[in-house]
């Protein structure tokens, strides 16, 4: 989402995208071999052999390792051991940005902060029970991160990536936050208002991978909210029940099942966070998010 501007320059194989950050352009399978005609089928190929082979993997790893049972650490468990299928095709596109870069730490800390800050407030007047710290807890709260870091190493890596036509970070944005978005279809309680707010969340992390040039806040803050929600104030999470918690609300949210993810708050919240990053996003000379120039 960085615009090729003034201060724009290639040198030694890297590319200077406006103030930011500095990608390395190495050059892939995609601009070796594909021609420009066949490089976006190549790319929506590419995506989808590796969403399927990373849901067939798990399937294979539950049987192998005996965690067939449903529960959320034996999943968390099979969806992240099994990214390492993705790795072979996600090194055949060029990167939207990089992949653990930690840059611009305090305006992802501010951005996050105008999404959690409004429900922690809700938590503290609706009146919060302690439950307490079980063993339990802290093996749900490392499934959780284990979840995230799974759920952001393959949307806002490979199909970010992957889905970036002509290194567009625009197209990569929007369609692997799509796709984080219909992952969730299938959740109890989903309905409309959840599931565009999971694509502003997608939106959300995405843009924290490109201002911060890296997944480590991405996987970091949606653990978090996660953690918070779920397992700090005891709410559901996205269709999620009955978590190990440490605080219970003592009055009813103001949500339906599927947590607060659903809410219009929600809402708000993620659009103001999206607005702290593209006001950094852009330039003073900008005036559109842009896409890198280069292949499809």
């Known amino acids: 989402m960085f615009l090729l501007g003034k201060g724009s320059q290639r040198d030694n194989g890297s590319l200077q995208v406006g103030h930011l950050v500095n990608i390395h352009s190495r050059i892939t399978f995609l601009e070796r071999r594909c021609s420009p005609l066949a490089r976006p089928f190549f ?30 650490p034996n999943f968390a468990i099979v969806s992240f051991i ?50 307490g710290f079980t063993s339990e807890w802290f093996q749900f709260a490392a499934a959780l991160f284990l979840l995230a870091a799974s759920e952001e190493i393959l949307c806002r890596g490979f199909m970010m990536d992957s889905l970036g036509f002509r290194r567009s970070r625009n197209s990569g944005l929007v369609l692997s936050s799509l796709a984080f978005a219909l992952l969730h279809l299938g959740n109890f309680h989903a309905g409309f208002a959840s599931i565009v707010n999971i694509f502003l969340a997608g ?37 999620h029940a009955l978590l190990p918690t440490i605080f219970r609300t003592t009055n009813h949210p103001p ?16 659009l103001g966070a999206i607005a702290v990053l593209i006001k950094k996003l852009y330039l003073p000379d900008n005036k559109a998010l842009p896409g890198t120039r280069g292949t499809l």
């Open 203 to 239: 939106a959300l992390f995405g843009l924290l991978r490109l201002l911060t040039d890296g997944l480590f806040y991405p996987v970091l803050v949606h653990w978090l909210w996660n953690l918070t929600t779920g397992m700090i104030f005891g709410w559901n999470v996205s269709g």
């Open 43 to 72: 790319r929506l190929g590419l995506t989808l052999a590796g969403f399927l082979l990373w849901g067939v993997f798990q399937g294979f790893l539950s049987g192998v390792l005996g965690l067939e049972e449903a529960n959320i």
């Open 82 to 131: 099994a990214l390492i299928v993705l790795f072979p095709f996600w090194r055949l596109v060029p990167e939207v940005a990089r992949r653990f870069g930690r840059n611009n730490g305090r305006l992802a800390v501010a951005a996050s902060a105008v999404l959690f800050i409004p429900f922690i407030i809700i938590a503290l007047r609706s009146g919060l029970e302690y439950v």
């Open 255 to 270: 949500w339906g099942a599927f947590g607060p993810e659903e809410s219009i708050l929600m809402t708000i919240g993620t």
